[in-house]
Nanobody, 115 residues
């Protein structure tokens, strides 16, 4: 059974940093595109960042220069380093694994940016 387990969310002040982690089953990690999405209350779920198995990355314009996605293939883990956090970054952040038409989601981890 494929599982994606996220961790690292929490409450942070504006301008602060957090690092999210998502650990995936070894059977999928090395061949899937891994990504982070977020959904704020009352809004649709949006892409934050993705990283391919070869390390190519793509970011939403709203997080470019502030967030960095990376993957550790030896640990089957994808990270999202978030810096200079803003209140508008507050959302439920979910990990995604995708290959063709097959996609898996984690349960999500809440990030709240507030003073």
């Amino acid at each position: 059974q494929v599982q994606l387990v996220e961790s690292g969310g929490g409450l942070v002040q504006p301008g602060g940093s957090l690092r999210l982690a998502c650990t995936a089953s070894a059977t999928i990690f090395n061949s899937y595109v891994m990504g982070w999405y977020r959904q704020a209350p009352g809004k649709q779920r949006d892409l934050v960042a993705i990283i391919t198995s070869s390390g190519i990355t793509n970011y939403a314009d709203s997080v470019k220069g502030r967030f960095t996605i990376s993957r550790d293939n030896s640990e089957n883990t994808v990270y999202l380093q978030m810096s200079d956090l803003k209140p508008e970054d507050t959302a439920l952040y979910s990990c995604n694994a995708r290959k063709g038409w097959t996609t898996y989601w984690g349960q999500g981890t809440q990030v709240t940016v507030s003073s």
